[in-house]
């Protein structure tokens, strides 16, 4: 698969969250986080075969007579679970990782993905000391590690992405590496081996477009309102007509500096520089 256009993959796409949550997302007009990544893996890749499934509501983790040897790698992205619960819904993607991994799959992860990969293989998933990280993760800074390996090729050493977390990975298992940090998680992106699988996870979400933020303020109303994020609805809604605005056109310069939203986000190609650099690792 020597170019970007004429690569097909076959991916497994799961889906972090329980139905009631889909739905509650659905609701303020969002899109699924599995949708999301989907959306933006056949942007770059047109001929990938995606399959999406939702484990976290117990229904079967594939289509009939399908394997995870079938496919070429897995991604799992964001969910408002918590991955240290031993609930049901939490364990059973936890089980799915374990196995993705066990049978020597590259698996792709984001937030909830890179939690869930921690917990599959020995560390530890906490709640983070400094609260939820919301929005916009600010100044991801790439370790010595990070700088050369082959999920931030071509990615500025320092950059923001969206993001949505209360909990965070505080320890990591034995041979994992820490790719990037910031001031609110140490552990902004790793990578996890077990056996003759390899996971490379980040704790924001590459996947995030501007509209979804605005979507995940209004689907979480709330909390925002309720911790201080804003004065009151109409401060929040003014918030997400501005993010729509500047979506709409990203060259408004008063759109951006109120914000303190750059390219980093708005151009998709550098926001989902890492999803690249997975499936073209695929080979």
């Keep these: 698969m020597a170019d970007g256009k004429g ?21 303020v007009g969002g899109e699924l986080g599995a949708a999301l990544y989907a959306n ?52 059973r993607q936890v089980d799915l990782m374990r196995d993705a991994l066990d049978a020597g799959m590259p698996v792709l992860g984001s937030c909830w993905g890179l939690q869930v990969a921690a917990a599959a293989t020995g560390g530890t998933v906490n709640q983070s000391p400094r609260g939820r990280e919301v929005g916009v993760a600010r100044k991801i800074s790439l370790t010595a590690a990070g700088r050369g390996h082959a999920l931030y090729c071509d990615k500025p050493a320092v950059f923001d992405s969206p993001c949505i977390h209360y909990d965070e990975v505080t320890h990591l298992p034995s041979g994992s590496v820490v790719l990037a940090e910031n001031a609110h998680s140490a552990v902004q992106a790793a990578v996890i081996r077990k056996g003759a699988g390899v996971f490379w996870g980040v704790q924001y979400h590459p996947e995030f477009n501007v509209p979804h933020l605005a979507n995940l303020y209004r689907r979480y109303k709330d909390d925002m309102l309720s911790q201080g994020y804003f004065v009151d609805e109409d401060d929040l809604e003014r918030y997400c007509n501005e993010l729509s605005a500047l979506h709409q056109d990203p060259s408004r310069l008063d759109l951006r500096w109120r914000l303190g939203i750059d390219d980093d986000i708005l151009d998709a190609d550098i926001r989902c520089r890492e999803i690249r650099n997975w499936v073209e690792s695929l080979g």
């Design 40 to 91: 933006e893996i056949r942007r770059m890749f047109p001929h990938a075969e995606l399959v999406t499934i939702y484990p976290a509501d117990g229904d079967a983790y594939l289509p009939k007579g399908v394997g995870l040897a079938d496919f070429d790698g897995m991604v799992m992205g964001g969910s408002g679970l918590h991955a240290f619960d031993q609930d049901p819904e939490v364990t």
């Design 7 to 27: 690569r097909s993959p076959k991916i497994l796409i799961a889906d972090g969250n329980t139905r009631d949550r889909n739905e509650a997302m659905l609701a």
